[in-house]
T-cell receptor, first 113, second 110 residues
Framework: DQQVKQNSPSLSVQEGRISILNCDYT??????FLWYKKYPAEGPTFLIS?????DKNEDGRFTVFLNKSAKHLSLHIVPSQPGDSAVYFC????????????FGTGTRLKVLA | EAQVTQNPRYLITVTGKKLTVTCSQN?????MSWYRQDPGLGLRQIYYSMNVEVTDKGDVPEGYKVSRKEKRNFPLILESPSPNQTSLYFC?????????FGPGTRLLVL
């Protein structure tokens, strides 16, 4: 039972355009969400997070949107750069006291120069 | 520099030969965990530890053991590896805001 789903295994975007990566979850108890980026031969690195009390969080070129009613979050990258080419994982965590992260299956983003 | 280290980075072994993958963090984090990454399945948690001497099963614990005798170290033990444990393994250490991952250990069991 996949509680966190990334339905697009891959995405290609032209340099300078917007990249939108999507993530859906099924457990309404999740209240903290994160995005990680992973390059080949490296461990995932934290990118951005959002708490369920917010619907948007921005950090430079990266913005995460959360739609609690739809149980959906998305990561926007504007403008996309070739160095953004990587696998992106979304993750969800339950209420405080629950330390476990549930990860999605990942979306491979390729930014074309 | 905040760091999670794993060793070895690459390992080829044969079925049934016990192995240990070490993990160490320098951030004084209480919570540590092990994940495996497989194509189409994302990152799945194997075991986690809330503190020294406190460990518990994650989603895919079969065939694995862990120990947490010191806060900084969290080794993953495969007592009798099988080919279905061929995978990419990540150790992680969690702070207040996020989780830090090690560089990964690619394991091939023949």
């Amino acid at each position: 039972d996949q509680q966190v789903k990334q339905n697009s295994p891959s995405l290609s975007v032209q340099e300078g355009r917007i990249s939108i990566l999507n993530c859906d979850y099924t457990n309404s108890m999740f209240d903290y969400f994160l995005w990680y980026k992973k390059y080949p031969a490296e461990g995932p690195t934290f990118l951005i997070s959002i708490s369920s009390i917010k619907d948007k969080n921005e950090d430079g070129r990266f913005t995460v949107f959360l739609n609690k009613s739809a149980k959906h979050l998305s990561l926007h990258i504007v403008p996309s750069q070739p160095g953004d080419s990587a696998v992106y994982f979304c993750a969800a965590s339950g209420s405080s006291g629950t330390y476990k992260y549930i990860f999605g299956t990942g979306t491979r983003l390729k930014v074309l120069a | 520099e905040a760091q999670v280290t794993q060793n070895p980075r690459y390992l080829i072994t044969v079925t049934g030969k016990k192995l240990t993958v070490t993990c160490s963090q320098n951030m004084n984090h209480e919570y540590m965990s092990w994940y495996r990454q497989d194509p189409g399945l994302g990152l799945r948690q194997i075991y986690y530890s809330m503190n020294v001497e406190v460990t518990d099963k994650g989603d895919v614990p079969e065939g694995y053991k862990v120990s947490r005798k010191e806060k900084r170290n969290f080794p993953l033990i495969l007592e009798s590896p099988s080919p279905n444990q061929t995978s990419l393994y990540f150790c992680a250490s969690r702070g207040l805001e996020t989780q830090y991952f090690g560089p990964g250990t690619r394991l091939l069991v023949l």
